[in-house]
């Protein structure tokens, strides 16, 4: 039986990897801090990865800002791929944001910072790149609560979570890939536009009004920065299909 260790297994990705991992029979080994693990000192790391198979790291940050962003993921990754390797960890996999390599927002700054750790570290990588979720309309929403949601104005092709996190567990017990295909959903749409419908089928009076991103890296988003390339693998479920199951 092979046993995954899913780090930031509590969040929105995570623990959709983590009920991936069950339905296929695997043990899932949570990483978060509500199980005991802490990815920025380490605490608790080698005990969690003690006979572990396999990582998925879906480990996030709610930040803005470059300097924070790198911040977070130097330590994490660092100590996430030191224990792994301690442990004797076979396949690491990290999991990464289409378009990190070429759009300069502060987040995407620090998923690089990731990725080139995952690279240059000592265990044996993959590295999956993923379009943003069908449920980030709704986390921007939340992000400005009142009768006004702003939401970014951005072209998306969002992938759904659950079908991610069954892909990213097949990568997990397989050989180590390096950079993978990057992965997304079957349309593209303005993020705005998926927010306006959610609002409208839960029923909610808020206005959505589309917030354009500034400067050199509002460019590259609108120049498609954000879209997957080509030989992406596409996952087959509409934002319409997941928001009726809603």
Known sequence: MTTIAIAGGTGA???????????RDLTPVVIARSHGVDLTTGDGLDEALAGVD?????????A????????FFEAATSRLLAAGERAGVRHH????????????????????????LVRTGPVPWTIVRATQFHEFAG????????PVGLVPKMLSQPVSARALADLLV????????????????PE???????????????GRRTKVVAAPLPGKAGRQVAAGGLLPGAGATILP????????AQ
Not at 170 to 185: H, K, N, T
Not at 237 to 244: F, G, P, S
């Open 170 to 185: 097949d990568i997990a017990v397989g050989e180590p890939r390096g950079l993978a295909p990057d992965v997304g959903g």
């Open 13 to 23: 990705l995570g623990a959709q990897v983590v009920e991936a991992a069950r339905r």
């Open 93 to 116: 996999l990290a999991v990464s944001i289409v378009g990190c390599d070429r759009v300069d927002l502060g987040y995407y700054v620090g998923k690089r910072r990731q990725e080139e």
């Open 139 to 146: 986390q921007m929403l939340e992000r400005s609560p009142g």
């Open 64 to 71: 803005l800002r470059a300097k924070s962003a790198i911040a």
């Open 237 to 244: 479920e509409t934002y319409d299909e997941w928001l009726a």
């Open 188 to 202: 593209q749409h303005l993020m705005p536009d998926l927010a306006r419908r959610l609002v409208a089928h839960q």
């Open 54 to 62: 396999a990582v998925v790291d879906a480990s996030n940050v709610a």
